[in-house]
């Protein structure tokens, strides 16, 4: 009994101390403070009459840049990746490579619950504490401007999977006011809300998911619709009155695996024209598995990372471009033994997800794990303006593809 009663105790203390934070910091409803209108913050700096090295500091220097996935930020929360860290040298670089929004996962799997997302929201708002003067949480579209004016890098969070909500729209609800702003649908396979990308069957939006998503739009939430099924995109679109989002992803038509959990994780041609018919961004990810077609060798070009972001400009226009890298995936692919072993021993060895998780852990050894050029949050924004300009790309197309398209939604969904 006596150990027991501890264990209730350290829990009763847990619990205190999360409520006694939580109640000092400011919510989603607060007003910031701010002389600054989004069409101000979008504008272009004109760079006519400069030499092409000009321009191209220029760009970098005046560019929003949006990364839409970055699971470096979740290592902190989950505790399960053992590749690099979100800490102070990481921080440094994203701030090197003028970085201005990064979304942050509080979770990762399938199983991170409500209960798990509450302790890692806590944990994450501590974080954010320690680390105030370089980062700030968006709360709405103002806190991004905010965070531009004072040299921070945004910070959105964002769940990779709903099953933070436990199926129930109420701790949806209570997760919105505890900041979480951005929700994937599904993680590979299927969830109460949608199917998943690695499933055999495609049946789309669930009765609950469609409820969801309502609400989601009634409370200002972006949702997404990376690692979801064909038909649960298509559904979305049909139903939100809100733009969509595609965080990270891949060109289906551009790298044709023959495994099902690699093929359809990559969005469509007929996805990428129903994200833009819903005035949405599609996010490219610089994961080599994904972006390199079977027998394409063994690291990716930032050449080839470019022609998966130039294939949806072709297909649906450059105001549906985005970036969503998916850096440090896991760290490194060794990595991917351990979160084998984790995921099945929680799911069980014959889900989609695992499948998933198999077509990276077969790549043949010495793969490199990300897309060269964009391996490195210091440069990585540079690297792309030097390719998209010698693409011949405007200003401010390279803006759009950049952050600009991103921070739209931002502005339309979240409001100020």
Not at 1 to 21: D, H, I, Q
Not at 147 to 151: F, H, I, L, T, Y
Not at 240 to 250: A, G, K, R
């Given at each position: ?21 939580l ?5 989603a ?8 209108s ?6 272009p ?16 220097e005046?560019?929003?840049?949006v990364?839409?996935s970055d699971?470096?930020?979740t ?46 929201l ?7 504490e320690?680390?105030q003067?370089?980062?700030?949480m968006?709360?709405n579209?103002?806190?991004?401007e905010t ?5 921070k ?7 990779h ?17 505890l ?24 049946g789309?939006l669930?009765q ?9 739009n009634?409370?200002h939430?972006?949702a997404d619709?990376?690692?979801?099924s ?33 093929l359809?994780r990559?969005?469509?041609?007929e ?15 610089a994961?080599?598995?994904h ?16 022609d ?5 400009v ?46 990276f ?10 897309a ?17 300009a ?7 197309d ?16 979240l409001?100020?």
């Open positions: 009994m006596s150990a027991l009663f501890a264990r209730m105790t350290l829990y009763g203390e847990k619990v205190m101390n999360r409520r006694r934070f109640s000092s910091l400011p919510w409803g607060a007003v910031f403070a701010s002389g600054a989004a069409s101000a913050f979008l504008k700096v004109s760079s006519s009459g400069q030499t092409a090295g000009d321009r191209l500091q220029n760009l970098f005046n560019s929003p840049f990364n839409a699971t470096t930020t290592a902190p929360l989950t505790g399960i990746i053992s590749g690099p860290k979100f800490n102070q040298e990481y921080i440094d670089k994203l701030k090197q490579g003028r970085v201005t929004v990064v979304h942050a996962s509080i979770v990762f799997w399938l199983y991170d619950d409500f209960y798990h997302a509450t302790y890692r806590y944990d994450f708002y501590k974080f954010l320690g680390h003067n370089d980062l700030r968006v709360w579209f103002s806190d991004i965070a531009q004016r004072e040299g890098i945004a910070i959105v969070l964002h769940a999977s709903p099953s933070v909500t436990d199926g129930d729209v109420r701790r949806l609800h209570i997760l919105q006011k900041g979480l702003r951005v929700m994937i649908f599904s993680h590979q396979q299927r969830s109460p809300l949608a199917e998943g990308a690695g499933e055999h069957r495609d789309g669930s609950l998911g469609k409820y969801m998503l309502r609400e989601m009634k409370l939430m972006i619709f990376a690692h979801t064909d038909q649960t995109l298509l559904d979305a679109v049909e139903i939100s009155t809100d733009p969509i989002i595609v965080s990270h992803t891949c060109c289906r038509a551009l790298t044709p695996h023959k495994s099902k959990a690699l359809h990559n969005i469509s041609d996805g990428i024209k129903a994200v833009a018919q819903n005035g949405g961004v599609v996010g490219i990810m994961l080599t598995p972006l390199l077609p079977e027998g394409y060798g063994k690291s990716a070009p930032l050449s080839l990372y470019v998966h972001i130039e294939h949806v072709q297909t649906a226009g450059v105001d549906h471009a985005g970036i969503g890298t998916e850096i440090s995936y896991l760290g490194i692919l060794q990595d991917f033994q351990s979160v084998i072993n984790d995921t099945t021993a929680r799911l069980g060895d014959n889900t989609p997800v695992m499948d998933t998780y198999r077509g852990e077969n790549q043949e050894k010495g793969t490199e794990p990300v060269r050029g964009m391996d490195d949050m210091a440069l990585a924004k540079r690297n792309l303006i030097e390719e998209l010698r693409r011949k790309y405007s200003d401010e390279i803006r759009k593809i950049l952050g600009a398209n991103f921070l739209r939604v931002y502005e339309r969904v409001g100020r």
